[in-house]
C-alpha cells in the first residue's frame, strides 16, 4: 500500500480483489450503493455473504462510531448483486480517490451494472419530502473527481455525458424504471442532482444558487462513484429520495433526525422500487 492514499494503483486493487474472493467466488453482476437509512435494502437479498470492510485492503473506512462498511453479497430478482453498505463522503476527510474505491473494486469483481441511491434535500418546488428522484444529470459542486491525479488521456478526458461513452445515468435503464416506479403507484420525477462538499447542510444563498444553476436536488455524496462507474464503462441507474425541503424552502432548520424519518417512511417502497429496478436492469 502507498503511503499516499490518493495513488491506488492495479496492485492495490489485485491484493482487495483477492481478499474479497477469499469470501465469495461468484462474480456480482450489480453493484448497489446505499445512502443514509438505507442499507437495511439487503435485507431483500437471498443466499447473502458478508464481507467487513477491515478485511479488505485499501478500502475506506466508515468514521460513523459503530458502523463499519461491508460488502454484502448475495442474489436479489435473479440477479447476482453486491451491496456496498456505509459509503464514505468527502467530508469525512478522505482523498475522493478513496471514497471511489469500492467502485473499482466491484467492477473489478465483475459488476458491470450499478445502482446508486442517496438521500437529498429538494431544490425543485414541486417535490415533497417522500418524492424519489432519477438522476439524470449532476452539477459537480464540489469541483473534486477521483480521476485527478490517475493519468490523462482520451479515456479521462472526454466531455462529461457526450455520447461518445453514453450518459452517465443510463436512458433506457432509467425509462425501464420509471415505468416500474408508475406500475407500483410512486410519486417517482427526474432532475440534476447537485453534489456539494458538506457536511454542514447548504446556506440559503446556496440553496438560491443551485436553484438558478438548475439544480433539482442537493446532496454530499454519489457524484464521486458516478464518475468512477462512468469512467469504467459501467451502466449506471441514479435514485435519490427527498428527505427535505432544501434550507430555505421550508420553516424551521434541517436536520439529520428528519432526514432518517422520512428514508424509515419510504423504505418498503424503495424496496420495491429497488427490486423492479434490478428486474428490469437488462432490458
Ligand atoms: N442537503 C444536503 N444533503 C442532504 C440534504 C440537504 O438538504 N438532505 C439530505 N441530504
Request: net charge negative; hydrophobic share 40%; no cysteine.
Amino acid at each position: 500500500m502507498h503511503s499516499d492514499p490518493t495513488v491506488y494503483d492495479d496492485e492495490d486493487l489485485d491484493a482487495a480483489v483477492a481478499a474479497v474472493r477469499h469470501y465469495v467466488e461468484t462474480p456480482p453482476e450489480m453493484a448497489l450503493i446505499l445512502g443514509s437509512g438505507l442499507g437495511r435494502l439487503a435485507e431483500a437479498a437471498r443466499d447473502t455473504t458478508v464481507v467487513p470492510a477491515p478485511e479488505i485492503p485499501g478500502y475506506p473506512e466508515s468514521t460513523v462510531e459503530g458502523h463499519h462498511g461491508q460488502l454484502v453479497f448475495g442474489t436479489l430478482e435473479d440477479t447476482r448483486v453486491v451491496f456496498v453498505q456505509g459509503r464514505v463522503h468527502l467530508y469525512e476527510g478522505y482523498p475522493v480517490q478513496q471514497i471511489a474505491m469500492p467502485v473499482r473494486l466491484v467492477h473489478a469483481l465483475g459488476a458491470e451494472r450499478m445502482l446508486v441511491t442517496n438521500s437529498a434535500g429538494g431544490i425543485n418546488r414541486t417535490f415533497s419530502p417522500g418524492t424519489l428522484m432519477f438522476i439524470t444529470g449532476h452539477l459537480n459542486m464540489a469541483f473534486a473527481s477521483p480521476s485527478v491525479g490517475a493519468g490523462t488521456g482520451p479515456a479521462r478526458q472526454r466531455a462529461g455525458d457526450d455520447a461518445g461513452r453514453g450518459a452517465f445515468y443510463d436512458p433506457a435503464w432509467t425509462h425501464r424504471a420509471e415505468q416500474v416506479a408508475l406500475d407500483l403507484g410512486l410519486d417517482a420525477r427526474r432532475g440534476t442532482y447537485a453534489w456539494t462538499l458538506g457536511p454542514s447542510y447548504e446556506t440559503k444563498a446556496e440553496v438560491r444558487a443551485l436553484a438558478h444553476l438548475g439544480a433539482d436536488a442537493v446532496g454530499m455524496s454519489t457524484v464521486p462513484e458516478v464518475i468512477q462507474a462512468h469512467q469504467l464503462g459501467m451502466t449506471v441507474l441514479g435514485l435519490s429520495t427527498i428527505t427535505n425541503p432544501a434550507a430555505g424552502l421550508a420553516a424551521g432548520a434541517l436536520d439529520h433526525d428528519d432526514v432518517l424519518e422520512v428514508s424509515e417512511r419510504v423504505r418498503g417502497d424503495l424496496m420495491e422500487l429497488v427490486r423492479g429496478i434490478v428486474r428490469v436492469a437488462e432490458g
